[in-house]
């Protein structure tokens, strides 16, 4: 009989974090539910993030790195532009969530209700990317009022509690990207 890997990587780590959380919900992560889910000893888990926030801070860290590298990919069509931020996240924004979108969101929710690192971390990402929208903007304001109304779509989408059609999601969006578009940025932006 085999014993139990010792080591993991961790996109198998994050894997069997999300399995856990989805088939037992947050109440039922645990450091020994991940390893047997992984198939590692425990204490290859507790060496990679000590506890079960650990685990959880670990999962919202990847979770938004795999959005920041769709965000980045994006990013690159309006390098030099003037609101380069705000118009990316707009365009990234394109594609309506998928329902296994809205189930990684309403997991990473409850994280957060249940870790306060979590939510520092997810303070943290969106605290940045106000202050880059403000910095590279020649109307900071008005460019944050379109950052809320971004949010604020998708929210509704991503939380379930509303899904625009096609055609009224073009529009919200087209919309927006006009606002962005509409400022001239700032002078000398500080990306």
């Known amino acids: 009989m085999m014993g139990r890997k010792r080591t993991i990587d961790r996109e198998e780590l994050m894997g069997a974090v999300e399995a856990v959380v989805r088939r037992d919900g947050i109440g039922g992560l645990s450091i020994d539910a991940v390893a047997k889910e992984a198939g590692v000893s425990k204490s290859s888990v507790v060496y990679d993030c000590e506890t079960k926030a650990g685990l959880l801070a670990a999962f919202t860290r990847h979770q938004l790195a795999q959005h920041r590298a769709k965000f980045d990919a994006t990013a690159l069509r309006f390098a030099g532009q003037p609101n380069a931020c705000l ?11 998928t329902d296994e979108d809205v189930a990684m969101a309403l997991l990473l929710s409850v994280g957060m209700g249940a870790n306060s690192e979590c939510r520092d971390i997810m303070r943290t990402e969106m605290r940045m990317d106000a202050e880059r929208i403000r910095a590279e903007a020649a109307d900071p304001q008005r460019m944050l009022r379109t950052l809320l109304t971004l949010h604020g779509m998708a929210f509704l989408e991503f939380y379930d509690l509303h899904r625009f059609d096609e055609s009224s999601r073009t529009t919200l969006l087209d919309d927006l990207m006009a606002i962005a578009e509409s400022d001239e940025g700032a002078p000398n932006p500080q990306t």
């Open 87 to 97: 118009k990316s996240l707009i365009e990234t924004f394109r594609t309506a969530p």
